[in-house]
T-cell receptor
Framework: DTEVTQTPKHLVMGMTNKKSLKCEQH?????MYWYKQKAKKPPELMFV???????INESVPSRFSPECPNSSLLNLHLHALQPEDSALYLC???????????????FGPGTRLTVL | AQTVTQSQPEMSVQEAETVTLSCTYD???????LFWYKQPPSRQMILVIR??????QNATENRFSVNFQKAAKSFSLKISDSQLGDTAMYFC??????????FGKGTTLSVSS
């Protein structure tokens, strides 16, 4: 089973709203990732968690707040977003063999976010 | 700095034909991994194939195979017997220990009947 699930599939929010994106995997992976993807562009890494600890933060604005409650779950809390934050948000997970981030990443279907 | 270059923004092919997508990369590491991911219009990113740099043998997965030229830092993807379901954006990616996956800009492949 190589499934990563994400909810919701679609989200529309105003600039003053607070919402959360959720990601779940049951493959025993110990690294989880958030990416932002604009249309016809490659994914841009936002955050990496390894063993439930934030290991990479790619200078993402504080209106995005990640959380990893346990090894299977990853959340992305959203607050006071801007229209330019509208994008597809992808979650991924991978093994963390030997402390490296070179293992195959498995992606979820994404959450399409629209900020009005 | 690591870079991944996909020089073909768009390609088209007819069903049953063979097509090759190109990818070049730059890294100073000796141990690294290379990936091809496919993202169909439904937009879920799917792993197509993975290559370990220390392996000389080219990876294959059914109709998909790579031509890995380590010295030339080239990693092309060959799709044989193209099918309509192969229509997608294809991303080449480079993975090194301790750093984020580096993606190329992608190649949009259209397969027509």
């Amino acid at each position: 089973d190589t499934e990563v699930t994400q909810t919701p599939k679609h989200l529309v929010m105003g600039m003053t709203n607070k919402k959360s994106l959720k990601c779940e995997q049951h493959m025993g992976h110990r690294a989880m990732y958030w990416y932002k993807q604009k249309a016809k562009k490659p994914p841009e890494l936002m955050f990496v968690y390894s063993y439930e600890k934030l290991s990479i933060n790619e200078s993402v604005p504080s209106r995005f707040s990640p959380e990893c409650p346990n090894s299977s779950l990853l959340n992305l809390h959203l607050h006071a977003l801007q229209p330019e934050d509208s994008a597809l948000y992808l979650c991924a997970s991978s093994q963390f063999s030997g402390g490296a981030l070179t293992d195959t990443q498995y992606f979820g279907p994404g959450t399409r976010l629209t900020v009005l | 700095a690591q870079t991944v270059t996909q020089s073909q923004p768009e390609m088209s092919v007819q069903e049953a034909e063979t097509v090759t997508l190109s990818c070049t990369y730059d890294t100073s590491e000796n141990n690294y991994y290379l990936f091809w991911y496919k993202q169909p219009p439904s937009r879920q990113m799917i792993l197509v194939i993975r290559q370990e740099a220390y392996k000389q043998q080219n990876a294959t997965e059914n109709r998909f195979s790579v031509n890995f030229q380590k010295a030339a830092k080239s990693f092309s993807l060959k799709i044989s017997d193209s099918q309509l379901g192969d229509t997608a954006m294809y991303f080449c990616a480079l993975g090194e220990a301790g750093t984020a996956l580096i993606f190329g800009k992608g190649t949009t492949l259209s397969v027509s009947s």
